[in-house]
């Protein structure tokens, strides 16, 4: 198994794990919204981990040194994307949580659900 | 029963990402690059731009940044709804 | 956050503020350059912001900040770049009609390594501004109305 070849992909397999751990197992709202930025900064890693040619630098030519080999710049791209979106998630996800605090008075899952308020 | 239901769960994804992972190629490698050595080739000519990057960002993948800006738009939107103060609350 | 931190943290702040907007500015104009471009800058401006709302607080803003000037900016900002990616329309959409024109920004770039044109690339300096702008206004109005909703609610 070439484990340790791959290991940049295991450590951001590993960033998504800790996050659905946070996700499932935990009961405060503010730790559920902490394990989904894990996850989308996990799937950004792996993403930007993607597009690595060995040897490569940056593919821009402002003095850049003279060799010939560049990394791709469509991973980068599409990860700059994802880092926006995962912002404005993250900033919705925390403006229900005051809501709901405003509301109930509580941040606990389970308390949430019995209060008919 | 529920927690263990969900503690089986959690741990049979957490070994099929593990396992995914380590079966990929070898980081270094990608698998196909003739779209992106295209761009790294000719963004210089096309698009007379010496950051590779943004000019994948603005020029040949532009629409993906409009679609991305109007998620930034709506989240700010919907934030700026919430905290509205209406006539109920000032009174 | 209705009061504010310490002498020494908003003196500090002083100093340190316009120095953070102008490297923020740096970032966002020299886009088609160096590594950057309009989300980085607009995110670098808006922690400068942040750090204003920090040391300052909100009590500070209150006779100077207009919350539908700060929303009408971010909508000028969307708008604009929609209508920079209209302008090549005779071709396609999004189509870079000023690089290697001759006009505005239209000037070529020597293929290999070089320093760098300002002068070059067609609409994507604009486009920079037009989405820096846009993120700048955005997590500003979303750090206003989080900050002064939360604080209505436990004045009650």
């Given at each position: ?10 450590v ?69 994307t ?18 709901i605090?405003?509301?109930?008075g ?12 | 029963?529920?927690r ?10 957490a ?25 790294i080739?000719?963004?210089q ?9 943004t000019?994948v ?35 | ?20 907007l ?8 020299h ?123 436990a004045?009650?």
């Amino acid at each position: 198994m070439s484990a340790v070849g791959s290991l940049p992909f295991v450590v951001s397999m590993l960033l998504v794990i800790l996050g659905l751990y946070a996700l499932l197992f935990k009961r405060n709202l503010i730790k559920m919204v902490i394990g989904v930025s894990l996850i989308e900064t996990g799937v950004n890693l792996f993403l930007v981990t993607l597009g690595y040619r060995t040897a490569g630098v940056a593919p821009i030519y402002t003095y850049a040194p003279a060799t010939t080999v560049r990394v791709l710049p469509t991973p980068q791209a599409l990860t700059l994307t994802s880092i926006v979106i995962g912002l404005a998630t993250t900033a919705l996800l925390l403006s229900f949580a005051v809501l709901i605090y405003r509301h109930y008075g509580t941040l606990d899952v389970s308390k949430i659900k019995e209060l008919r308020g | 029963m529920r927690r263990a239901l969900l503690t089986a769960a959690f741990l049979l994804v957490a070994a099929f990402l593990l396992f995914a992972a380590a079966e990929m190629r070898p980081f270094g490698e990608p698998a196909v690059s003739a779209m992106d050595d295209y761009f790294i080739d000719n963004a210089q000519i096309d698009v007379a731009a010496n950051n590779v990057v943004t000019a994948v960002v603005f020029d040949y993948r532009g629409f993906d940044t409009l679609g991305e800006a109007t998620v930034l738009f709506a989240a700010v939107v919907g934030i700026l709804a919430m905290f509205r103060r209406t006539r109920e609350d000032e009174r | 956050m209705k009061t504010e931190m310490s002498v020494i943290v908003r003196t500090i702040t002083r100093c340190v503020y316009p120095l953070i907007l102008v490297f923020g500015f740096y970032v966002i104009m020299h886009g088609h350059l160096t590594p950057g471009g309009g989300f980085q800058g607009g995110a670098v401006v808006a922690s400068a912001f942040a750090l204003f709302l920090v040391a300052f607080g909100t009590k500070a803003l209150k006779g100077r900040l207009n919350p539908h000037l700060l929303q009408s900016l971010e909508e000028i900002g969307a708008l604009a770049f929609l209508g920079l990616a209209f302008l090549g329309i005779g071709t396609a959409f999004f189509y870079n009609i000023l690089a290697g024109s001759g006009s505005v920004f239209g000037g070529a770039v020597p293929s290999g390594p070089n320093p760098g044109v300002l002068n070059s690339s067609g609409t994507l300096p604009f486009m920079n501004w037009a989405v820096g702008l846009k993120v700048m206004a955005g997590i500003a109005c979303i750090l206003v109305a989080m900050l002064v909703g939360s604080r209505k609610e436990a004045e009650e």
